[in-house]
């Protein structure tokens, strides 16, 4: 399984950015996907998640109506759409999937699943 996250860096509060993430070495359509981030002195906590099948969203309380999640399954990627974004935001973001097929990355769950590089997202006030 590797995971290649991108997109991130500086932006001024306010701003948006576009994270992706793609993925390889498994049935990318088999499997809900997600995204999480760790600021600095902080524990890694998730952003928002999309099921495998039917594209489920769901988003932590911090960032919905900010950010989207969103997946292409013919290009093995998924994205999050970050909108109106604000210093608090300030972390290194990851793309994660789980271990096992059929599943999707939960909020309070942070085991069992893989894990990409992670892309720096700083945000400026």
């Known amino acids: 399984v590797q995971l290649q996250a991108s997109g991130g860096g500086l932006v001024q509060a306010g701003g948006s950015l576009r994270l992706s993430c793609a993925a390889s070495?498994?049935?990318?359509?088999?499997?809900?996907m997600g995204w999480f981030r760790q600021a600095p002195g902080k524990e890694r906590e998730f952003v928002a998640a999309?099921?495998?099948?039917?594209?489920?969203?769901h988003h932590a309380d911090s960032v919905k109506d900010r950010f989207t999640v969103s997946r292409d399954n013919l290009k093995n990627m998924i994205y999050l759409q970050m909108n109106n974004l604000k210093p608090g935001d300030t972390a290194v973001y990851y793309c994660?999937?789980?271990?096992?097929?059929?599943?999707?990355?939960?909020?309070?769950?942070?085991?069992?699943?893989?894990w990409g590089q992670g892309t720096q997202v700083t945000v400026s006030s």
């Open positions: 999309i099921s495998w099948r039917k594209g489920i969203r």
């Open positions: 994660a999937a789980p271990e096992r097929e059929w599943e999707t990355p939960q909020e309070k769950e942070l085991l069992n699943l893989y």
């Open positions: 070495g498994f049935t990318f359509s088999r499997y809900g």
